[in-house]
């Protein structure tokens, strides 16, 4: 079953995120149908637990659907017409909530760039998911490809209602020497919008640096584009290149119109052409995504590189800039692109994301992730996902390989938070989480699962680890941004802009991390833009 909330795809002006609530014929229902019969693994004494995949004890996970035969003939998530955005969300019938993973995080960059410039974010650019996966996490990590599951939570202000988190984290990312070569084509945006500074000249600089770090059996190609798209750098082995690539890189100059479409093609014909076997094969799109000029529509252009993307496995990774930026584009362009997205605005972040951050942002360890969690009806009266509102999956579709999930690489970690009201009284079990992927090469499916508790549920959220506290700024962050005064339910336990402000500045005081601090400031400077 799809729930969709109440996503409005043509300019989620103000959008609502999905609630879940209990109907009188669940518990039949849900036995008839097998979605919340078996479990994986016990909780450990804090009410989460992470164990070994396909086991069958516990209780709370669903099980598999039925030779996954619900999704469309290419394997994607179905459009379903959601209309007012405004409206009060349909009851849902169920107790599951399914998503495919996602790690980008251009969604908080943009909305920082735009309040340092002054200005409030456009309310449909902010994804609250892409916000709270910006920060890191201390969640713990798998041993070998995969993810470690880990599901926490604590009491909000709002009577009973608690905010639920479920972490997910693959291996730590390697060291440069250990990781398999890449081949890495990049598409760069050489349109006249890019002589901004902070667009191409950022660019450059982290290319130059970049180049100088990659290994010497690591392959660059470099494709740009304007009015039309050039293969400037055929797949070329680093070795005793680098001189060869640093001429490119400095010999970029802006010209005329943005030709996005005509880009992404020759990058993936060029991709293909340098294919390297045993290696990551992956385009790297860096643009302003302003398209206009030749195809601007997402799902065409995607259609234009399809065997690509499917018979070879190359993978996008969208690298936003400017401050004007075709979000919409570059997030289904990467959604849909078998990829991820971030935003860079300073020489600091683009630096972090071509160098300090480049083996998870080239290798995968997990293709096609998805995650289901299965509330307890006993305990939970409703839920409430934050986020991910373009990310949702049919629940029959968990276990069916077909339907495109997230891929994520090594030294991520993907977090979803649920608000959730508990029944009175209610004692026990609470939900059960899972996450399940495609090996990276074999296309073999794994998953792992974990559990909560109401009982770890009983500490209050201002008093619970810094990292959750992280996370809730940065959720009520996001859905103050994008609801604004016309919020017609705002996530339980809100604060007030001016005094999420002063929350912030503790948690980052608490975090001794730059991150945070750089979060209070963006909390602060909203709170004052909007009075």
């Known amino acids: 079953m799809t729930r969709t909330g109440n996503d409005d795809h043509t300019g989620r002006r103000r959008r609502q995120s999905r ?12 036995l008839a149908g097998g979605l919340l019969l078996t479990g994986c693994g016990a909780g450990d004494s804090n009410g989460s637990s992470a164990d070994g995949s396909n086991k069958s004890s516990g209780r709370g996970f669903p099980q598999p659907a039925p030779n996954g035969t619900s999704g469309t003939s290419q394997g994607e998530q179905r459009d379903t017409p959601t209309g007012d955005a405004n409206r009060e969300v349909a009851p849902s019938p169920d107790y599951l909530s399914t998503f495919a993973l996602d790690v980008d995080t251009a969604s908080y960059g943009y909305a920082r760039r735009a309040l340092a410039d002054g200005r409030l974010p456009d309310a449909s650019t902010v994804r609250p998911e892409e916000f709270v996966n910006s920060f890191r996490q201390d969640y713990r990590r798998p041993d070998g490809n995969g993810f470690s599951v880990t599901v926490d939570g604590a009491r909000t202000q709002e009577k009973g209602w608690s905010l639920v988190r479920v972490g997910l984290a693959t291996r730590a990312a390697t060291d440069s020497a250990e990781r398999p070569p890449a081949a890495l084509t990049f598409v760069i945006d050489i349109s006249g919008s890019m002589g901004e500074p902070g667009r191409l000249d950022l660019a450059q600089d982290a290319l130059g640096v970049m180049t100088d770090r990659l290994r010497d059996d690591d392959s660059v190609a470099l494709v740009t584009f304007s009015d039309e798209a050039e293969t400037v750098l055929p797949m070329t082995r680093l070795g005793h290149h680098r001189d060869r690539v640093h001429d490119v890189i400095r010999g970029l100059e802006p010209t005329e119109s943005t030709n996005l479409g005509a880009g992404v093609r020759t990058g993936y014909a060029t991709a293909v052409k340098g294919l390297r076997e045993g290696a990551t094969n992956r385009v790297v799109l860096i643009s302003d995504a302003l398209a206009n000029t030749g195809e601007t529509d997402a799902d065409a252009i995607l259609e234009n590189i399809s065997t690509a993307r499917r018979e070879h496995g190359i993978t996008l990774f969208g690298v936003g800039v400017g401050s004007e930026y075709g979000d919409a584009l570059m997030e289904r362009l990467a959604d849909k692109g078998d990829g991820h997205t971030t935003y860079v605005s300073t020489p600091e972040d683009a630096r972090k994301v071509f160098c300090d951050q480049l083996p998870q942002n080239i290798d995968l360890t ?9 509330f307890d009806p006993q305990t939970v009266q409703q839920f409430r996902l934050i986020g991910y509102d373009d990310r949702q999956v049919a629940d029959d579709d968990f276990r069916n390989d077909r339907v495109d999930g997230g891929e994520v690489g090594p030294g991520h970690t993907v977090t979803a938070l649920y608000a959730v009201r508990t029944k009175p009284g209610a004692s026990g079990h609470l939900a059960t989480a899972g996450v399940r992927w495609l090996d990276p090469d074999s296309r073999a499916p794994h998953e792992e699962s974990g559990q909560l508790e109401t009982g770890s549920l009983d500490e209050d959220l201002w008093n619970s680890s810094t990292r959750l506290q992280v996370d809730a700024v ?16 705002p996530l339980p336990g809100a604060l007030p802009l001016g005094e999420l ?13 730059k991150a945070v601090d750089d979060l209070a400031d963006a909390v602060e400077r909203a709170s004052r833009l909007m009075g």
């Open 474 to 489: 940065a959720a009520y962050f996001a859905d103050d941004l994008r609801t604004g005064e016309d919020s017609g339910s």
């Open 366 to 374: 997990a293709r096609d992730a998805k995650a289901q969690v299965a």
């Open 19 to 30: 609630i879940g609530r209990p109907v009188a014929t669940l518990i039949g229902l849900t």
């Open 501 to 513: 402000a002063d929350r912030a500045h503790r948690v980052a005081s608490a975090a001794e991390d």
